[in-house]
């Protein structure tokens, strides 16, 4: 009877030691539903609870462990009165609440005095509202309820933490996998994904979209007169240089070998000519160190802006034809696609 009651409303989440909502792990009744990741708790709370709330987030923080018997929470047009379970680590507060209906309030006394003794901490004697008379057999059985309870907190908080880290190393590896391990530019493979989003977005509002394909000009030659480690060397200066030069809305990535491209959003072509002709001439002037050894290259370019009714192979093949021009005209120079 006290399991069907105790898992008629099951609420668990985490929050910052300020009451700003961090995870939803489980809300069966979409309490949490309003509330965003960052946003503070307390709309949830009438007035009244609201010093409680904050009370078992200092005790909480304070002893690693919390327990309130009966927090009001409003949320979907109802009140729903929750027994709290919390525990703290890690700058997290995990909270585990349910719903506890009114005649066993006197049990869920109970069973906070006894987690709290169990937990080893000093409280206050607890006054039940609801004197009833508990036999030693049942006493064991909420004492038992009791360390259970306690376990499967710990529990709880443990899979928080684990899932936190799971998702800290799913992102980890989510970037590794659109990264260029030599340059940290973008691979080909974002390159595609990005480029697929922005014409989509071009599409609905017309904001201009251009791109510039950079290449190093005689880069074998790097690799033979310095050696491929050197060539390596060459490939990250370059791509250091080119993201510290374009805008923080723009991005940049290898697609092949000594072949880069930049994304330039909200840039039209002639934009994204100064743009190309600013990295040009820093390329140019400047030089690379490598083993007490000075290297020199040149850059040449080719830009394209995405017109309508075109798609990424149009103004690939555009950017391509304008460095191929580029190329052919003595390189080292910023080359414009016209149509």
Same mark, same amino acid.
């Given at each position: ?35 965003? /990741? ?40 109802? &009140? ?20 506890? %209906? ?10 906070? /005095?006894?987690? @709290? ?13 609801? %004197? ?41 590896? /989510? ?5 260029? %391990? ?25 904001? %201009? ?49 000594? @072949? ?30 490598? /083993? ?41 120079? &910023? ?5």
């Amino acid at each position: 009877m006290i399991q069907q009651n105790y898992a008629k409303l099951r609420l668990r989440f985490t929050c910052t030691d300020n009451g700003l909502l961090c995870e939803t792990i489980s809300d069966s009744e979409r309490i949490l539903s309003n509330i965003r /990741e960052g946003e503070s708790l307390e709309k949830l709370l009438p007035q009244a609870d609201l010093m409680r709330f904050q009370a078992l987030i200092n005790k909480t923080v304070r002893d690693n462990f919390g327990i309130a018997k009966s927090i009001t929470v409003k949320a979907n047009g109802k &009140v729903y009165p929750l027994f709290f379970h919390a525990g703290y680590a890690d700058g997290v507060i995990y909270f585990d609440a349910v719903q506890v %209906p009114a005649d066993i309030h006197f049990l869920t006394e109970f069973i906070a /005095e006894m987690t @709290e003794k169990q937990r080893g901490i000093q409280c206050p004697a607890l006054k039940t509202s609801t %004197p009833s008379p508990i036999d030693q057999e049942t006493q064991q059985i909420l004492t038992n309820y009791a360390l259970l309870n306690n376990e499967l907190v710990d529990m709880q908080r443990e899979l928080a933490i684990k899932h936190r880290e799971l998702a800290k190393a799913y992102r980890e590896i /989510e970037e590794l996998s659109l990264t260029d %391990p030599l340059t940290g530019a973008g691979n080909r493979r974002f390159f595609m994904d990005k480029m697929l989003k922005e014409i989509d977005r071009y599409n609905r509002y017309g904001h %201009p979209l251009s791109i510039t394909l950079f290449d190093i000009d005689f880069f074998k030659k790097v690799n033979d007169n310095y050696g491929h480690s050197a060539g390596d060397k060459v490939l990250q200066e370059f791509a250091t240089c080119c993201m510290a030069s374009l805008r923080n809305s723009d991005s940049f990535f290898r697609i092949g070998g000594e @072949e880069f491209v930049a994304l330039l959003i909200n840039a039209d072509k002639n934009n994204a000519k100064l743009s190309a002709e600013r990295i040009r001439s820093q390329i140019e002037k400047g030089e690379i160190l490598y /083993e007490k050894q000075q290297i020199k290259i040149t850059l040449s370019s080719g830009v394209a802006e995405l017109g309508k009714g075109e798609n990424i192979e149009n103004i690939l093949n555009n950017a391509d034809q304008a460095l191929y021009d580029a190329k052919k005209n003595g390189r080292n120079r &910023v080359v414009v696609y016209h149509k």
